[in-house]
């Protein structure tokens, strides 16, 4: 399948800095990725659809300016934690679809599990 | 109602055993289902699609009804490695966003 590399894989980080995570798209371009967090014993819930080359649509309830997202090209997407608290800490993963592959087949990155100290 | 609903489980099954998850969507408009598993601390892997005919994969067969909204996966002849958090998918438009559900976890025990 299509590869997303995603890192750090692991972070951890003090209260109010900023930490940056980075999802590409290894073999394929993806105008559109995705940014999901996890909780212990919850689901994948979506965070904000990242859009090359335009804003990131966030979900209700996700704050834009805490959580920044840069697509400046087909094979890469950023999420930058600003200002982070230990209720961020959580499970981050990153997922993008190859459009010509012509299924709608999701392939996500490895995670970033950020600890927040 | 939560767009997309699973029992968490867990199910704890015994070796060879045959168990069924199922997953109900709100949206009627739905277009495009998945299974994916995931391992404790892993991203989530594409276990497979949901096809309106059905489909199977070996031991997986997975199922649609639309009328009922909801999907199915059955398991048969589970193995100790079928162990794992399955989670289903939804998105209505392709290429748009998946939503999970809360994932159904499965232990097989010998």
């Known amino acids: 399948g299509a590869v997303v590399s995603q890192h750090p894989s692991r972070v951890i980080c003090k209260s109010g800095t900023s930490v940056k995570i980075e999802c590409r798209s290894l073999d394929f371009q993806a105008t559109t990725m995705f940014w999901y967090r996890q909780f212990p014993k919850q689901s994948l819930m979506l965070m904000a659809t990242s859009n090359e080359g335009s804003k990131a649509t966030y979900e209700q309830g996700v704050e834009k300016d805490k959580f920044l997202i840069n697509h400046a090209s087909l094979t890469l997407s950023t999420l930058t934690v600003t200002s982070a608290h230990p209720e961020d800490s959580s499970f981050y993963i990153c997922?993008?679809?190859?459009?010509?592959?012509?299924?709608?087949?999701?392939?996500f990155g490895q995670g970033t599990r950020l600890t927040v100290v | 109602r939560k767009e997309v609903e699973q029992d968490p489980g867990p199910f704890n099954v015994p070796e060879g055993a045959t168990v069924a998850f199922n997953c109900t969507y709100s949206n009627s408009a739905s277009q495009s289902f998945f299974w994916y598993r995931q391992d404790c601390r892993k991203e989530p892997k594409l276990l497979m699609s949901?096809?309106?005919s059905g489909n199977e994969d070996g031991r997986f067969t997975a199922q649609l009804n639309r009328a009922s909204q909801y999907i199915s996966l059955l398991i048969r002849d589970s193995k100790l490695s079928d162990s794992a958090t399955y989670l289903c998918?939804?998105?209505?438009?392709?290429?748009?966003?998946?939503?999970f559900g809360t994932g159904t976890r499965l232990q097989v025990f010998p």
């Open positions: 997922s993008a679809r190859d459009a010509d592959r012509g299924t709608n087949e999701a392939f």
């Open positions: 998918a939804v998105n209505i438009f392709k290429n748009d966003k998946l939503i």
């Open positions: 949901v096809y309106s």
